[in-house]
């Protein structure tokens, strides 16, 4: 019933940008907050940003101030997550994630639905 998939990763050079978008169906979108996540294989999974859809708040961990912007977009229920100025530890699979609003950040628990992934890779 409720279904989050991502969707915009690829290879890239290093300064190079990508926009990844999360598509979320089967809840009121208007409520909900949508973090990004990533994983390399072997370590642990790490927040990245989020979003509340309701007000535009918005967070980012400190690795990617500056390069790293989510943003929503209520007529199409997606949240997209624009990296610029990629660098090689930058390269991941990235997961989105719905909650149903309240404290905004990366805390994985709060989280309760999350997508499939979509591979970023960023060159040398």
């Known amino acids: 019933e409720v279904q989050l998939v991502e969707s915009g990763g690829g290879l890239v050079q290093a300064g190079g940008s990508l926009r990844l978008s999360c598509v979320v169906s089967g809840l009121t979108f208007a409520e909900t907050n949508v973090g990004w996540f990533r994983q390399v294989p072997g370590k642990e999974r790490e927040g990245v940003s989020a979003?509340?859809?309701?007000?535009?708040?918005?967070f980012n961990v400190d690795s990617v101030k500056g390069r790293f912007t989510v943003s929503s977009d209520s007529a199409k229920n997606t949240v997209h997550l624009q990296l610029n100025n990629l660098k090689p530890e930058d390269t991941a699979v990235y997961y989105c994630a719905a909650s149903d609003g309240g404290w905004l950040g990366v805390d994985e628990e709060v989280y309760t639905y999350w997508g499939q992934g979509t591979q970023v890779t960023v060159a040398s």
């Open positions: 979003i509340s859809v309701s007000d535009g708040s918005t």
